[in-house]
């Protein structure tokens, strides 16, 4: 049925002028042209230059014998039996058209690389579209060797028909999908969720977790119970973790996120650690009228009251102690759920007396014989004991 409309068209042609856009039907396909059958007195014929926007090594990579076209005639000469026609000219005008309504809506467009060349990618929209390097990837690529003949997703980002210029980027479509998913990502985060993320970026002052298209911050505050001088000693770039929200504000896409809150308080870890009447060591915190701060464990510090201190009255815990110095201290009372444990230094040395006493009464047989007593040995040792 098509052939007998192209047939009943082509008949109809009586005469042509320079611009007529008319269809035909390749008749011969030689490696530099193509001959047309328009149903004109001769045939028409398509110079290679004039069969694509791109350039092609042979017509037979475009055309075959058979192949209906739509071509515009460029020039024409009864006299030389002369009829130039032009697909490109056809293909380039509906192209130009499309492409105008693409860049007005917005719309992504499809196109296979055609040739890889210097500064970026070439593809066929019916026009030569060239896509610089710096817009194909939203990261840098070095080679593009391997992008010929890929499909890409496109959007028209300059556009000069007179010019023949077309400026394509697949980095906007890119852009455009990430800040769709971050809009989605920012509406569905509440406050007190625990997501997995990935660590991106570590700074000085603490870490950006990729959590679904959007980057929280975990403040170095917030990567551990102990205290962390820098985040590289927790975590490192490419880390995968679980991170709680702690706060989302959508108008300005800032999140902040806690790394510790996902792990053991160290409140539950020293409850099963550390047990009243332990011994342990510990380093002074704070120095307080009342006392000394001591931390028992990453995160966890108790309190050693002035009355346990020294055997000795003094009057302020700076008399024995020091910031930052090492102690044994005894643990007297725990409660966990309060966050409160009561140490005591001097508790620690009647221990210490308690266990040279009982070691030299294992042995007090032997110095019997001597005629040396508890008494000449230990004597102040246990009077305080008493």
Do not use: C
Request: no cysteine; aromatic share 4%.
């Amino acid at each position: 049925m098509v052939e007998e409309e192209m047939k009943s068209e082509m008949t109809e042609v009586a005469s042509l002028t320079r611009g007529d856009v008319i269809k035909g039907k390749v008749s011969k396909v030689e490696d530099r042209q193509a001959l047309v059958d328009v149903g004109y007195k001769f045939d028409g014929v398509i110079p290679i230059s004039e069969l694509s926007s791109l350039h092609i090594d042979k017509v037979e990579d475009l055309l075959s014998v058979g192949d209906e076209v739509e071509v515009k005639v460029l020039r024409i000469n009864d006299e030389e039996d002369k009829l130039i026609l032009s697909k490109r000219a056809i293909d380039a005008e509906q192209a130009w058209e499309n492409l105008k309504k693409a860049q007005e809506t917005g719309e992504v467009i499809e196109a296979d690389v055609a040739d890889v060349v210097k500064g970026g990618l070439v593809v066929d929209l019916g026009v030569r579209g060239f896509i610089p390097a710096s817009l194909v990837e939203r990261h840098y690529v070095e080679d593009f060797s391997d992008y010929k003949g890929r499909t890409l997703r496109l959007k028209v980002i300059e556009m000069d028909p007179e010019k023949n210029k077309l400026i394509l980027s697949q980095k906007a479509v890119l852009d455009d999908e990430v800040e769709t998913k971050k809009q989605d990502t920012l509406n569905q985060l509440e406050e007190g969720q625990v997501l997995d993320g990935v660590v991106q970026r570590l700074t000085d002052f603490g870490a950006f977790i990729d959590v679904g298209g959007v980057d929280g911050l975990v403040h170095v505050s917030e990567l551990a119970w102990e205290r962390v001088e820098h985040p590289s000693d927790v975590l490192t770039e490419g880390d995968e973790i679980k991170v709680k929200v702690l706060s989302v504000d959508r108008d300005h896409e800032r999140i902040s996120l806690s790394l510790k809150e996902t792990l053991p308080g160290p409140w539950d870890v020293v409850s099963s650690s550390i047990a009243t009447g332990d011994i342990v060591s510990g380093q002074v915190r704070r120095l307080v009228s009342f006392g000394a701060f001591v931390e028992v464990h990453p995160g966890v510090e108790g309190l050693v009251h002035i009355s346990q201190i020294s055997h000795r009255h003094i009057a302020t815990p700076e008399e024995v102690l020091e910031e930052g110095q090492e102690v044994k201290v005894k643990i007297l009372d725990m409660q966990p759920e309060q966050k409160r444990i009561s140490l005591s230094i001097k508790e620690v040395e009647h221990e210490e007396e308690r266990k040279e006493i009982e070691s030299f009464e294992q042995s007090s047989d032997d110095n019997s014989n001597s005629g040396i007593t508890l008494g000449d040995m230990f004597g102040d040792q246990l009077r305080r004991l008493k």
